[in-house]
């Protein structure tokens, strides 16, 4: 029997990170259950979850002694490997260990040439390849050459052919929810969507991929949609409905509403699942593609939040990331939203290459449109291997150094190289984002308006701790 050991890391970034199901490491025990059968034992730890992650990641490894070690990076996660991988080699001395995820998919090769420890890398899907390795490893096989990953041969790091994409993804099983004690991520944490309308709320995914090609995003699940089925993703909600108690859902789809025929046969069948569901989107939803109809069937299914990613407001820069959102359709949606009593959010990107200061005004002019109930500023982060990347090194060069990819605290690519000081402009566009009308008529519709307040309260410390941090140090 092969013990597979799953882990989730915990990087800490700042007082009040999000907390969500790790429904990639889920999907990932569920598939490998189901092919394998009773020749494996699958555990999943989440160390985010845990009061001392350093020593229960220890601890889990001597208690399981796994044979196989499966690592989930996001590229933010990559200080996990520098603070701890050596660690874990030495707790698990015979166990293969394989990294997978945002980061190795991006960058197999750098994380195989940095890390010696790693094993092998999973580069994009995960579940077919992981399964090809447990299945290898187990029989004393070799690992070279398994497509989609990246793997040593002679002291040089080799990357093998990729991988098909999952079709149709209604193939695979649904997440593994007894791999997780789904309590422990009900407790009173901030969710990716800041707001919830019911305590017992998760995240859920019903699709993969999306066709557009924004410049700054990655590919990991490719730029087809791959659906699940309507019928497939109804079921799922039902069995998080009636077996959990789950009442709220947040959809964290790339663009859940690319089809129109299947979001609405989703909404619809919502409605006889419960009543009382409530539905929020932290993002997934193009809304250059909605229209009142669609906006009018989402609050009948329970959708009491919509945020929209406009990133930037100038038509040239929409053009260079290659997001080409309509804008002025996409804020007509916004405002009509509003009007039907969905709480509006939307998304802002500052500091693209060669953005000038009147785009960015023109930005945070338009954040200030009565129709958005909230809004979030992002600095941009060019992640390694993305088009934004390549345009950055086009015009800075090759950044000096290996920092953080951070949208938040420190100072961004585009302000090291420009002195244009994006902390200052950000902290005082929340300040004319966030008037006392504005406050206190999100208040009013809220579903849950002290906790939204309470958690706001945390949210202005956050900021105005990174506005003190990001300012220069005097002369």
């Known amino acids: 029997m092969v013990r597979v050991l799953l ?63 499966g690592l989930s990076l996001m590229t933010f996660e990559k200080p996990l490997l ?31 040439k940095e890390f010696p420890a ?26 070279h050459d398994i497509p989609g990953t990246a793997f040593r041969r002679g002291g040089l790091v080799l990357v093998a052919p990729d991988r098909p994409f999952i079709t149709p993804l209604d193939r695979l099983p649904s997440p593994d929810l007894d791999a997780v004690d789904i309590e422990r991520y009900l407790g009173p944490h901030t969710p990716m969507n800041v707001i919830s309308a019911h ?54 789809d790339d663009v859940f509403n690319l089809d129109r025929e299947r979001m ?59 997001k080409r959102l309509d804008i002025d359709w996409t804020m007509r949606m916004a405002r009509y939203a509003h009007r039907r009593g ?25 954040s200030r449109d009565p129709a958005l109930d909230m809004v979030s500023y992002f600095k941009v982060a060019p992640f390694p291997h993305t088009r934004l990347a390549r345009t950055c090194r086009e015009l800075w060069g090759a950044e000096k150094g290996d920092g953080p990819i951070d949208y938040f605290t420190g100072r961004s690519r585009y302000e090291q190289e420009t002195g244009i000081p994006l902390s200052g402009m950000i902290f005082r566009a929340y300040l004319r984002f966030y008037l006392p009308w504005r406050i206190v008529r999100l208040l009013f519709r809220l579903p849950r308006p002290f906790l939204f307040l309470s958690r706001l309260m945390q949210y202005a410390a956050f900021v105005l701790h990174i506005r003190r941090s990001s300012s220069p140090a005097p002369r």
């Open 199 to 252: 305590p017992r709320h998760v995240a859920f995914m019903t699709s993969r991929g999306c066709p557009y090609r924004c410049a700054f995003c990655h590919d990991i699940m490719g730029k087809g949609f791959r659906p699940h089925s309507a019928e497939r993703v109804l079921a799922d909600l039902r069995r998080l409905y009636e077996r959990f108690g789950i009442r709220e859902f947040h959809i964290v």
């Open 82 to 112: 520098t603070r701890h991988l050596t660690a874990i080699r030495a707790a698990a001395p015979g166990a293969l260990i394989v990294a997978g995820g945002a980061y190795p998919s991006s960058d197999a090769e750098e994380a195989l």
């Open 7 to 69: 882990i989730k890391p915990f990087v800490p970034l700042h007082a009040h990170q999000n907390l969500e199901l790790p429904l990639g490491l889920m999907a990932l025990s569920a598939y490998l259950k189901r092919e394998l059968g009773e020749a494996v034992t699958v555990s999943l730890l989440d160390l985010r979850v845990e009061k001392d992650a350093d020593r229960a990641l220890i601890a889990a490894i001597e208690r399981q002694r796994p044979d196989l070690l």
């Open 342 to 366: 969905i709480i509006t959010k939307a998304y802002f990107m500052l500091g693209f290459p060669g953005e000038t200061r009147d785009e960015m005004a023109a930005t945070f002019a338009l």
């Open 118 to 143: 790693l094993d092998i890398a999973v580069r994009g899907e995960g579940e077919e390849t992981l399964l090809d390795i447990v299945r290898r490893h187990a029989a004393g096989d070799d690992l």
């Open 264 to 322: 609405r046969l989703i909404l619809r069948g919502v409605k006889g699942i419960g009543a009382d569901i409530r539905i929020a989107f932290p993002n997934g939803i193009r809304g250059d593609l909605l229209n009142e109809e669609d906006i009018d069937l989402m609050r009948s299914a329970g959708v009491y939040n919509l945020t929209f990613s406009f990133e930037t407001a100038t038509p040239r820069l929409q053009e260079m990331i290659e």
